[in-house]
């Protein structure tokens, strides 16, 4: 089936150059639209491009300077000039072990605060699609549009990390973890450790860079809720304008066909029957609106002459999705609290085969000040998965295929999706949406993961000397049942055709399990010769992961 595809327009172009109080260009600004997940960042001159309407604004942040938000109204040219920011130099940065003041950082590190992230959430659902454009350096990138789908993280370069291949790695207050199964409203702050230094901290699996994620912390006083949630419309942002009357489908094959071999073909696409008389009258059946969109010929055979939108029949126009968050936090000086949860779902694309997405998180962070020089802090994390989805095969093998695949191969503006009967016809058998709208083939995956971390921090010399202590626990089952069944079509009244009838019906149960246990020390000395002394930490780590 011949597709051509059809972009909505994102918005004007906005341009410009962004410079510092001298006149110079700054590299590495990060130009945002707020709400929204388009972003950028300026070139070796300084200068951007981004879409933005003319009810939006720009937002430019830049470490070290203070950011500026402008409206663009119909302005097509903004130019900035950027003031420092002395004070973001006093800004406390997560580096591995412990905290730094950024002025003391010599590496390469970018850090998103809480404010950041609530701005660039929006309804995207997921920490790692709301990172997208956010940090000058960090690429994030998605095979498909699921919302359990994780990205493949780089740092530094698009194809290529630090150095050769790879994906940067992911820790969660200190625990290697995908991003995915985080509850995006526990998350205080980001930190992304871009150079080669963070391997100093994290060995080789720091080699292509780290992102470290934060998580919130018991706030003291009496006990405050909150509560927020969201209801969004998803929708395609490109929809592929398809050829569906069935007339010019194939005159445009036949003049192809043709014009390559000189002679008339007998199939199109090796399935559906072309012959001159059945293409005459699709001719005069085009032109009269008034006639079927079928007939039985001489032989018991269904022909058909439909005008079939395939991609209407397969997806929605739009789909929606909804999330609640509820959190806790209090206590006093001696023992604080935090407790949250989050509901996610998320229903398909598709307008048949159930297709549904759902994820529940419930952390508990407590903290208790056993002695003036002695904290205890535990963190435990479930999260529960569940996600369902038709698939469809060709009939030659049981191996799902995309339906974008299903669409080009068979899917024929002038077949029907079902017979007179009800029945379903040869190309909606073979295209895949039977499989779809019956539910016997599909693809159901489950994932729980359990996380603990218990903290010791030990003040051997108050503000001076600070010995820390963690284990961590990971606990984490992925399942997947894949079934794929015959279904049948008919060709005439009183003929079938079978797929996957060659393979039979079949059953795959999968389950992976991973046991991960990582303990650390280490020892913070600040020694207080000035009032701008220096940090330094040292520390040891052992970890042990189990899996198939």
Do not use: C
């Not at 929606?320 to 006093?332: A, C």
């Not at 669409?407 to 379903?424: F, I, K, M, S």
Request: aromatic share 10%.
């Amino acid at each position: 089936m011949r597709s051509r595809p059809r972009h909505k327009g994102g918005g004007k172009a906005v341009s410009g150059i962004v410079k510092d109080d001298t006149g110079n260009p700054l590299i590495g600004v990060t130009v945002t639209v707020p709400g929204t997940t388009k972003g950028t960042t300026t070139d070796a001159n300084g200068t951007y491009t981004i879409n933005a309407d003319n009810s939006e604004s720009l937002n430019f942040s830049y470490v070290g300077y203070k950011p500026q938000t402008i409206h663009v109204n119909n302005q097509s040219t903004i130019d900035v000039t950027m003031s420092e920011d002395n004070t973001s130099l006093e800004e406390v940065v997560v580096v591995g072990y412990g905290v730094q003041k950024r002025r003391d950082i010599v590496g390469a590190v970018e850090t998103l605060s809480t404010k950041g992230l609530e701005e660039r959430m929006g309804s995207s659902m997921s920490i790692s699609r709301s990172l997208q454009g956010a940090i000058p350096g960090l690429t994030m990138t998605f095979s498909d549009g699921k919302p359990n789908r994780g990205a493949t993280v780089r740092i530094r370069g698009a194809e290529n990390s630090i150095g050769s291949g790879g994906s940067a790695l992911v820790m969660v207050d200190g625990v290697e973890t995908d991003m995915s199964t985080v509850n995006p409203d526990d998350i205080e702050s980001i930190t992304v450790l871009k150079d080669a230094s963070s391997t100093a901290v994290y060995g080789a699996r720091g080699t292509f860079g780290v992102i470290l994620l934060t998580t919130k912390k018991p706030q003291k006083g009496s006990a405050k809720v909150t509560y927020n949630g969201t209801f969004t419309f998803y929708k395609r942002a490109t929809k592929p304008e398809m050829v569906t009357n069935g007339y010019d489908y194939t005159t445009s094959f036949l003049e192809s066909y043709v014009n390559a071999f000189g002679k008339d073909p007998s199939n199109i696409n090796n399935v559906f029957k072309f012959s001159r008389t059945w293409y005459n009258e699709l001719a005069r059946r085009n032109s009269d609106p008034s006639y079927e969109k079928w007939r039985v010929n001489n032989r018991n055979v269904y022909e058909y002459f439909g005008n079939t939108n395939w991609y209407d029949v397969f997806y929605k126009d739009y789909t929606t999705g909804h999330q609640h968050n509820i959190s806790v936090t209090g206590g006093g000086d001696v023992a604080s609290y935090y407790v949250s949860g989050r509901m996610f779902e998320q229903d398909g694309i598709y307008n048949a085969g159930d297709e549904k997405y759902q994820q529940f998180n419930v952390k508990a962070k407590g903290i208790v000040n056993v002695k003036p020089w002695l904290r205890v802090e535990n963190t435990t994390d479930f999260m529960y998965r569940y996600s369902h989805q038709p698939t469809s095969h060709t009939g030659i093998s049981t191996t799902p295929m995309t339906v974008s695949r299903m669409l080009n191969h068979q899917a024929y503006p002038v077949a029907l999706v079902t017979n007179p009967d009800g029945t379903w016809t040869y190309a909606a058998v073979l295209n895949g949406y039977a499989g779809f709208a019956e539910g016997t083939s599909y693809q159901q995956e489950d994932k729980f993961t359990l996380k603990d971390k218990l903290g010791v921090e030990i003040d051997l010399v108050k503000d001076v000397l600070k010995v820390s202590g963690d284990l961590s626990y990971l606990f984490s089952r992925n399942t997947r049942e894949r079934v794929t069944n015959m279904y049948t079509g008919y060709t005439g009244p009183e003929s079938t055709i079978t797929v996957n009838e060659s393979q039979g019906s079949t059953l795959q149960n999968v389950r992976y399990d991973m046991n991960y246990v990582s303990s650390n020390i280490y020892a913070e000395y600040t020694p207080k010769l000035t009032t701008r002394s220096n940090f330094w930490a040292a520390g040891i780590s052992k970890r042990r992961n189990t899996a198939p």
